[in-house]
Structures are given as structure tokens and as C-alpha cells.
């Protein structure tokens, strides 16, 4: 049995396609066959079943794959251990909401480049849905997005932070001021919100919907910081995270109002995959999101 081909196995499985490891690993198609067919002739036993165009593990491959986890794990940390040098260097891979890499992901970047000069990051953006399959294809290092709490036995989570979801408008709003908004009284406002069907505006269009009302919004995009920018310009609201917009509240740039009878949060959350290995680059990114620094 040869570390490389656990690699490739725990990379199948992963990915649930033959073809898509090879292409992550930089292995032909073949060279990924010919590994799996030894390990299995080692082992004596079936590793994976094809299910139309997926390859899915069997009940030998499921328990080979805790083991061949542990062990590339253990191996991974030996290398480190042994061959770490104090200037980190390696990739980082990074997956993450577009309000997130406005608003959390400069400061962080920043400190990398100031201090981790030679790794080389590279940011992804998509919503929690896309972010997660990306994880599960080891596509990417880490995951970085805002949503209700989410977990599996195969993710590890190394953050989750309660954040305030608020309407928000130009301050010259007629709102503005007022106490104990109610929703309804928003309605014949123009709204500017973020694409259906995506974290906290699909919370915003539950809520209307239990209440046999629907919101047409005057524009949808998915980049937070132009919506930003158009309620600035004119006097739409919009619902959005409060730390997407808390710097401009605080300028007078915009106002939150005081909405009183829908209130709800979304969990800041760091995630990276259970059967990947740790490196020096990501506890370093984990570190400085904990801290939220600015």
C-alpha cells in the first residue's frame, strides 16, 4: 500500500469521479485506475461502485476512508513538523460570500500580504450552496459564508458568529427616526436586495409569504457593495448584514431603521472538510477571522 494511493482514493471520494481526480491530482485517467485496481487487489476487496455518472464508495471503501484520512493526516503533520519553514508559503484557496469579501476579507488579505508574503491566495465567491459543493470536491481550502448554522460529520467548523441582519436606507428616508417600524409599512418603498432565494433574502420572502404578501424588488444583484452604493445614491432600503454596512451607518452615510416585527440574524461561519489536512496558511486565516480584525 503507497501513500499516493490513499491520496487518489480519499480524492475519489471526494469527488465522486475517476476523471476529476486525476484532474486535481495531475494523474491520467489511467495512472488513477491502475492505483485504485492495486490497492483494491491489496485489500481484496471492492472500493467503489459506479451509480450512473457518479463513483460512490462501498461499505469497504466508507471504513477504508476514516482510516486513509487518519492516515494522511498524521503523514501530512509529520512533513510539517519536519520541513516547516518560518516564512509560510504555501496556497490558500479560499471560498466566500460576495458581502464578506467587501466587507471581512481586505483586512485579512492585507495582514497576509504585509506578513505572508509568498503564499499565494486565491478568493472565491458563490453562495453557501455553491461554497459547499466546492468543499465536498476539494475545490477549495476553506469556506468562509454567512447562513444558518450548518453542519455535517464530514466538515470541520472553526467559527460561527451571530450576525444582525437590518433594513437599511439613505438617511434622508421619511423611515428614518421613526420607532417600531413594521414591515408592511416598508413595501411602497423601492427595495434593492440581493438575488431570491439566497440566505437572509430568502428569510425576508418567508416571512412576506406568511403574511400573503410578496415584495417585487426595483433591482436584484448579487454584489452587496453595489447595493450599497445604490441606496446611497437614492432613497431605496434594502436588508442586508449589519457589519456590511455598519461603517457607513456610523458616517451618516446610511441609517438602520427600526423595524420591530421581523428581526433575524445569520451565522459568520469557517468551515474546511474533515479529511483535509490543516496547513500552516489556513490556521493562519482561521486566527485572524476569529479575531475579526479590521
Not at 494522511?72 to 518560518?86: D, G, T
Not at 496547513?279 to 482561521?286: A, D, R
Request: proline share 4%.
Amino acid at each position: 500500500m503507497e501513500f499516493r494511493q490513499l491520496q487518489t482514493f480519499v480524492t475519489i471520494a471526494q469527488s465522486e469521479s475517476f476523471s476529476r481526480a486525476a484532474e486535481l491530482l495531475g494523474y491520467s485517467q489511467s495512472a488513477v485506475t491502475v492505483q485504485i485496481r492495486l490497492l483494491e487487489a491489496e485489500m481484496n476487496v471492492r472500493l467503489f461502485d459506479r451509480m450512473g455518472k457518479k463513483t460512490v464508495l462501498t461499505a469497504q471503501g466508507r471504513q477504508l476512508l476514516e482510516y486513509a484520512n487518519l492516515i494522511l493526516r498524521e503523514v501530512n503533520q509529520a512533513k510539517a513538523a519536519v520541513s516547516r519553514e518560518e516564512e509560510l508559503h504555501g496556497p490558500l484557496h479560499v471560498g466566500t460570500l460576495e458581502s464578506l469579501c467587501f466587507s471581512k476579507l481586505p483586512p485579512i488579505l492585507a495582514y497576509f500580504r504585509e506578513h505572508f508574503p509568498r503564499v499565494p491566495i486565491k478568493v472565491t465567491t458563490g453562495s453557501p450552496k455553491e461554497l459547499i459543493g466546492m468543499m465536498e470536491r476539494n475545490q477549495l481550502d476553506l469556506i468562509y459564508f454567512l447562513d444558518r448554522p450548518r453542519s455535517s460529520s464530514s466538515w470541520n467548523k472553526e467559527l460561527e458568529v451571530r450576525e444582525p441582519i437590518v433594513f437599511v436606507s439613505s438617511p434622508d428616508s421619511r423611515l428614518v427616526g421613526r420607532k417600531g417600524l413594521e414591515v408592511e409599512e416598508l413595501l411602497e418603498e423601492p427595495f434593492f436586495l440581493t438575488e431570491k432565494n439566497e440566505n437572509y433574502r430568502r428569510e425576508l420572502d418567508q416571512f412576506l409569504e406568511s403574511k400573503g404578501r410578496e415584495l417585487t424588488p426595483v433591482l436584484e444583484n448579487s454584489n452587496t457593495e453595489f447595493i450599497i452604493r445604490m441606496i446611497e445614491r437614492s432613497r431605496g432600503i434594502s436588508y442586508l448584514p449589519y457589519f456590511a454596512v455598519k461603517d457607513r451607518v456610523k458616517e451618516g452615510r446610511l441609517a438602520v431603521l427600526d423595524v420591530t416585527d421581523f428581526k433575524r440574524a445569520m451565522f459568520r461561519q469557517l468551515l474546511y472538510h474533515r479529511s483535509k489536512w490543516k496547513t500552516p496558511e489556513m490556521e493562519q486565516f482561521i486566527r485572524l477571522a476569529a479575531m475579526d480584525i479590521r
